[in-house]
């Protein structure tokens, strides 16, 4: 775990598996999540010899939350010279959300850096829904109150199957967001208001030529299946998955399947280094 500096903003960071490997993957994450969402999947990449990188995005929970909003071009050059100064050149980059778009920023921007892109959950455009939704959130955070913030998300993230064989754990997580830091909502807020000002790109996806894999699950309300085919309709070399009984946050809800997939496509597109 580290920080590094990219013109006086900290990013935190985090390396695991092989440090001197030259097969390397990236994983961004979801708005409201940070680096230990990743975790059970890093597991498996270690054994097959990859480098792991993590890192939280300005506004998130462990980097720093400069005034914003942001946008997303910001997040791709902080990620690139995080890569350059780890002395990578070529990367496997995955994304959920938020970190999905990212994703596709990079990819569209730097090509020659990315060797394949895999995208959950995540969109190229907006609609009515979409933004009803983020503005909402926009608003609970001027409440700055933890545990009511993360009941009333709930149900806009989770599957409701999750949700009916989880809500113990969603309980215990909804008091222990009482405890959150004020700072988390104000990185939020900014992360959202770049996220409505700079998601629209569908008219550049053509500037994808790495592989894509699109995943979406079947019960996303917030981002629904028809962006997920909106993407894939735009990458030339691309190869989508609707994950059946499954909301918004595929990588929990269904993380057997998904690292199937994700480790698949990955060692599929690893060039011999």
């Known amino acids: 775990m580290a920080l590094f500096n ?27 999540a940070s680096t230990s969402s990743w975790y059970k999947y890093v597991d498996l990449f270690e054994r097959l010899g990859y480098k792991i990188v993590l890192h939280d995005f300005k506004g998130q929970l462990k980097s720093d939350k ?5 946008t997303f071009d910001e997040h791709v050059q902080e990620a690139k010279a995080l890569f350059e100064y780890l002395n990578i050149s070529s990367v496997q980059l995955v994304g959920t959300s938020y970190g999905g778009e990212v994703a596709m920023k990079f990819a569209i921007t730097q090509p020659e850096m990315i060797e394949s892109i895999t995208i959950i959950d995540s969109v190229s455009e907006l609609d009515e829904i979409i933004l009803k939704f983020v503005n909402g959130w926009i608003e609970l955070c001027d409440f700055q109150d933890g545990e009511k913030f993360f009941r ?11 949700l009916a064989q ?3 754990a969603f309980e215990k997580r909804a008091l222990a967001m009482k405890a959150i830091d004020y700072s988390y909502f104000v990185g939020q807020k900014y992360l959202y208001q770049t996220f409505i000002n700079d998601v629209v790109m569908t008219h550049q996806l053509h500037k994808i030529k790495c592989p894509a894999l699109i995943i979406c699950g079947e019960d996303d309300i917030l981002k629904p299946v028809k962006f997920s085919k909106i993407i894939a309709n735009n990458i030339k070399q691309s190869e989508l998955v609707i994950v059946p009984d499954c909301g918004h946050v595929a990588i929990y809800e269904k993380f057997e399947e998904l690292l199937t997939l994700i480790t698949g496509f990955i060692i599929k597109n690893t060039k011999n280094k």
């Open 166 to 168: 989880n809500k113990e």
């Open 152 to 162: 009333l998300i709930l149900p806009t993230i989770y599957g409701p199957t999750y």
């Open 6 to 32: 990219y013109n006086g903003i900290n990013i935190f960071y985090e390396i695991k598996g092989k440090a001197d490997s030259n097969k390397v993957v990236a994983f961004f994450n979801g708005v409201m």
């Open 66 to 70: 400069t005034e914003g909003p942001y």
